[in-house]
Nanobody, 124 residues
Framework: QVQLVESGGGLVQPGGSLRLSCLAS???????????MSWHRQPPGKERELVAS????????TYADSVKGRFTISRDNFKNTVYLQMTTMQPEDTAHYYC??????????????WGQGTQVTISS
């Protein structure tokens, strides 16, 4: 059974930093190195949005415009973990943050898994 377990959320003052971690396990198709990983967030009363993504190799990353220059996504393929370093955080970063793993096989069958998420609250 695939599990994505996020950690590192909490309450931070504006301007502060947090690092989220997502530990993945139990893949039945491929390994952690097979999967592109991404972080998404859902602010209160709003839809879930993509924050950042990283390719399976870790060589390619993308960011939402709202977090460029402040957030950094990275992965450790030996630890089966993806990270989201968040700096200069603002109240609008308050959201439930989710980790996602995605891959496709040679037949274009798609494998997508989500974690349960971790709450991040920015408030003074």
């Amino acid at each position: 059974q695939v599990q994505l377990v996020e950690s590192g959320g909490g309450l931070v003052q504006p301007g502060g930093s947090l690092r989220l971690s997502c530990l993945a396990s139990g893949f039945t198709f491929g390994t952690f190195r097979t999967y592109a990983m991404s972080w998404h967030r859902q602010p209160p009363g709003k839809e879930r949005e993509l924050v950042a993504s990283i390719s399976s190799s870790g060589l390619s990353t993308t960011y939402a415009d709202s977090v460029k220059g402040r957030f950094t996504i990275s992965r450790d393929n030996f630890k089966n973990t993806v990270y989201l370093q968040m700096t200069t955080m603002q109240p609008e970063d308050t959201a439930h943050y989710y980790c996602k793993a995605s891959a496709a096989d040679e037949n274009n069958r798609v494998f997508v898994y989500w974690g349960q998420g971790t709450q991040v609250t920015i408030s003074s």
